[in-house]
């Protein structure tokens, strides 16, 4: 259309159609699931046909004609496979699939202002191929023992589903929840039920029921949920806080009750709702907290000096004692709000696997079990490719053929599983394991020209090593090929975190990433070193010690491990960071802060401790500036970076010079 | 057709760039050296609530440092990788160059830069006359590219 000027709809036309298209994806994956079982899965078809449809909607109302076209011919197919016209063929699925990457793709471009391509006609032309299969529901109508609304209600595919339940050796029952002002005082609502009934048995539809106003149904509304199961009756009506149910079987008709007009979207209004946020704002957010941070050392220190100057400063520090707690409370409010659930960031990878089973001719499933765990957004984008990698690997190399399997007694459907905690209140434990082949560790020493490895540590050093990811032959190396350098890397320097595993040759490997959850704030402890200042994560720092020059020897030549000093009876490497940096001389530093290492500890000199901070932490991304030894920067209060240490890699990377 | 083009000013050569990456222009008031990176580069600012790496043109050139001056400038530029800054000794002017009339650059100047034993190794990308004056393009890719012990 001329004149309007559509711009400021894309981006959120863009972020409308990023949702709806990843929320398409499990729904495609649940659908490609039941149309190789030989069923249907109406709920999928529904709720792709929905997604297709706002799609289509969204992107006429930006005048973007090749998703109108794509998005409304994939909905004429699953509209009509959603009425019941017919059963979709399996290969649907691949088609399904293509499309919504090809509609992806165009949002990509909108987002990055480029021009649209149009529709692909191959595409279209194999959407249009979808003929859909005559289904059996005509024979099964009959079966069914339910009263005439209800039955009008559901759809053909739905009344399907109950009718054939028998065949998959479960039955069709309806149960009836009834909500009331009580039930909803102790938090059980539908939605409550519906998960409850969820874990025991496949939801098929709920239908919201009018009903007289009784004190059996105080509401005058009641929801009717219509299952699959193979629980008994008893638990069923547990879980709905029903007096019983009702098998749907064929016998006579019920009589009937008035109906209530169908919803045209079954969601039940919920209070609160969502905010979708741009990443960018929630970066600005930060900042801003970070200059309220500083503010307050700023105000603290003036405070100090007035106190000092012998001021009556009772009632500031009084003020600023809450204004530091108010400040951690934001900062926690505005940490929860860059946090993601994990579930979100992995959802993609049931069809990465998929891909990659069927592109390497084999069969494996992917099982992720990661509850409510969150993680914060910088750190899931990270995190991301990392475990991608690992799942890649997992079926390229790792699982073997069917034949092979079932030679070996296994099922010859590969598993991999992801599941992921919070190991505590700063850490997260992220867990992919196969049960596959297992690493040989006689073949990677093999392939890397080193002595074989005795444990688990040493191979995963081995086969992470940066050379040896670019030999890659799933037999020979019998475990992981491409790209293990990489992972590591992100875990341990992007992240500063951990990578370990553990692996048994024949039945499989577990590699286990620890990272931490939030990038952005931390507790450090500010110094300086040949008088530029640093800081350190207090978490990183096992204790400081003042050090005393006569507890000090040192080992002959001028190498920088080359002091010791006294602690507890043991030895300690004391490393002086000016000396390290280059900064300054060899003189024998004050204090050190000891950090551990592998299990043993190390000591980094400094000049003077300059107290305890809390700070924002920002990533040098710039290769320019990544160094080893520094995670980022942050701010104290003069507006200059100070460079953040990680003492750890400092340490780790000492120590492989050493042996180097 | 002509594009507007700030003009730089390193040692006795003056250089352009293209204004529209050029995020913004700062006077220079120091950087958080960061240990390990190379020689030339002076360190982290913070500027615009980002992080900039902050490259010494003279030193990347070749030049001897010069004192302290008023002129210096920080010319902050938005590259494929985020923003860098370049401290450059003067910037002060912005000009309307035709596109057209930047030319391939002299053999000998085509092969100068640090990195001239390599194949196509030259910094100075092509050259441009305004009056009596000689204006350099300096590929950037290549001056910026290889920092710190990244591994």
């Keep these: 259309m001329p004149g309007i000027d559509f711009s400021e709809f894309r981006s959120g036309f863009v972020a409308e159609a990023q949702d709806l298209l990843h929320a398409a994806h499990p729904q495609a994956v649940a659908l490609d699931r039941a149309l190789r079982a030989g069923r249907d899965d109406p709920r999928a078809i529904r709720e792709l046909f929905r997604t297709l449809h706002t799609i289509k909607g969204l992107a006429s109302m930006v005048d973007v004609e090749p998703i109108v076209v794509i998005s409304h011919s994939l909905e004429t197919v699953l509209r009509q496979a959603d009425q019941g016209l017919g059963r979709l063929p399996v290969e649907a699925v691949d088609v399904l699939v293509a499309a919504l990457r090809s ?169 609160g709702g969502l905010v979708r946020v741009e990443v960018e704002k929630l970066d600005a957010m930060m900042d801003t907290l970070s200059s309220l941070v500083v503010l307050r050392f700023r105000l603290e220190r003036e405070v100090e000096r007035m106190r000092r100057a012998g001021g009556e400063v009772r009632e500031l520090e009084a003020i600023l004692r809450d204004q530091r707690k108010q400040l951690r409370d934001l900062r926690s409010h505005i940490i929860r709000v860059r946090t993601v659930p994990v579930t979100d960031v992995l959802d993609r990878l049931p069809l990465l696997v998929r891909g990659a089973a069927r592109a390497a001719g084999k069969r494996v499933r992917l099982e992720v079990d990661a509850g409510r765990a969150e993680v914060d957004k910088a750190v899931a984008d990270r995190l991301l490719p990392a475990v991608v990698h690992l799942v890649r690997n997992a079926v390229d190399h790792a699982v073997e053929s069917p034949e092979e399997r ?255 | 057709m002509t594009a507007l083009h700030v003009v730089y000013r390193v040692g006795d050569a003056e250089y352009v760039i293209p204004a529209a990456e050029v995020v913004q222009m700062e006077t220079w008031s120091g950087a958080t050296p960061v240990p390990g990176s190379a020689p030339w580069v002076l360190g982290v600012a913070q500027m615009r609530g980002a992080l900039v790496p902050v490259v010494d043109l003279r030193a990347r050139f070749g030049l001897p440092p010069a004192d302290e001056a008023l002129d210096h400038r920080v010319v902050v530029v938005r590259r494929h990788d985020g923003l860098v800054g370049l401290k450059v000794d003067r910037a002060r002017e912005v000009l309307a160059v035709d596109e057209d009339a930047f030319e391939e650059p002299p053999a000998l100047v085509q092969r100068a830069g640090a990195d001239a034993g390599r194949v196509g190794g030259g910094w100075v990308r092509a050259v441009v006359r305004v009056g009596e004056r000689v204006l350099m393009d300096v590929d950037f890719d290549r001056v910026v590219e290889g920092g710190g012990f990244d591994e």
Aim: proline letters at 7%; hydrophobic letters at 40%.
């Design chain 1, 103 to 271: 509609i992806e793709q165009r949002v990509g471009a909108i987002e990055r202002d480029e021009p649209v391509p149009k529709a692909p006609d191959d595409l279209l032309d194999a959407i249009a191929g979808l003929v859909l299969r005559e289904s059996t529901r005509s024979k099964t109508e009959g079966r069914l023992d339910l009263d005439d609304e209800t039955r009008a209600r559901l759809t053909p595919s739905e009344r399907e589903l109950l009718a054939t339940a028998p065949a998959d050796g479960r039955r069709a029952v309806a149960v009836d929840f009834v909500p009331s002002a009580d039930r909803s005082a102790q938090g059980i609502d539908i939605n409550s039920v519906r998960e409850r009934v969820g874990r025991i048995a496949e939801i098929v539809r709920v239908l919201p029921v009018a009903r007289p106003t009784t004190p059996e149904v105080p509401g005058g509304l009641l929801f009717r949920l219509l299952i699959l199961s193979d629980a008994a009756d008893a638990a069923i009506a547990e879980a709905a806080h029903a007096e019983g149910v009702r098998t749907v079987s064929a016998s006579a008709p019920r009589p009937s009750a008035p109906v209530l007009d169908e919803p045209d979207d079954e969601h039940e209004p919920h209070v």
């Design chain 1, 406 to 660: 079932e030679a070996q007694g296994k099922p010859s459907e590969g598993l991999v599983r992801i599941t992921c905690f919070e190991r505590s209140n700063h850490w997260l434990e992220l867990e992919v394991s196969d049960d596959g082949r297992g690493i040989d560790p006689e073949a990677v020493a093999r392939r890397a020209g080193e002595p074989v490895p005795t444990d688990d540590a040493e191979l995963l050093e081995l086969v992470t090593r940066p050379g040896l990811s670019t030999l890659q032959d799933a037999t020979t190396t019998s475990g992981r090929g491409l790209g293990m350098d990489i992972v590591r890397r992100i875990a341990v320097k992007q992240l500063g975190g951990e990578l370990r595993m553990r692996t048994t040759r024949g039945r499989g490997t577990t590699f286990t990433l620890s990272v931490p959850l939030s990038l952005a704030i931390l507790d450090v402890f500010a110094f300086t070193c040949a008088e530029q200042t640093f800081v350190v994560p207090v978490s990183m720092v096992s204790e400081i010690i003042e050090v005393d020059p006569d507890g000090v020897v040192a080992a002959p030549g001028a190498g920088i491990g080359r002091r010791l000093v006294q602690r507890r009876g043991a030895a300690v490497p004391l490393v002086s960071l000016a000396e390290l940096f280059e900064l300054g001389g060899d003189e024998i530093p004050q204090k050190a802060l000891v950090i551990q290492h592998e299990g043993r500890p190390w000591g980094f000199g400094v000049d003077r401790l300059l107290g305890q901070h809390e700070v924002v932490v920002r990533t040098l991304d710039h290769p320019l500036v990544r160094v080893e030894g520094v995670s980022g920067a942050a701010d104290l209060g003069d507006g200059r970076p100070t460079l953040v240490l990680d003492l750890v890699s400092l340490g780790r990377s000492l120590v492989t010079e050493a042996q180097g």
